[in-house]
């Protein structure tokens, strides 16, 4: 069983910045995609970002030019470098990894959430 374990979530104040790193606890047959995203309180998990094959990145429109996403495939590794923060990126983070197992079935592994909160 693969589980995804986060770190580096907390209280910054706003403009500061944070790093998310996420890691996975056995090494994955083959990697598909990795990403974050996040749930705000009464709201759906929305996207942040994703990367595949460590260098295809995609981001939502609201964090661009303000987040980056790297990954190491073969270390099983994801992170997530958070700068300029608002009070609006304030949410759980949910690291995910899209891969297969030895027997090529594909498997959506998800993190157990880190809280960011943004305030001052």
């Known amino acids: 069983q693969v589980h995804l374990v986060e770190s580096g979530g907390g209280l910054v104040q706003p403009g500061g910045s944070l790093r998310l790193s996420c890691a996975a606890s056995r090494s994955i047959y083959s990697i598909d995609n990795m990403g974050w995203y996040r749930q705000a309180p009464g709201k759906e998990r929305e996207l942040v970002a994703t990367i595949t094959n460590g260098r295809s990145t995609n981001y939502a429109d609201s964090v661009k030019g303000r987040f980056t996403i790297s990954g190491d495939n073969a270390k099983n590794t994801v992170y997530l470098q958070m700068n300029s923060l608002k009070p609006e990126d304030t949410a759980v983070y949910y690291c995910?990894?899209?891969?297969?197992?030895?027997?090529?079935?594909?498997?959506?592994?998800w993190g157990q959430g880190t809280q960011v909160t943004v305030s001052s």
């Open positions: 995910n990894i899209k891969g297969y197992d030895s027997s090529w079935s594909l498997k959506n592994y």
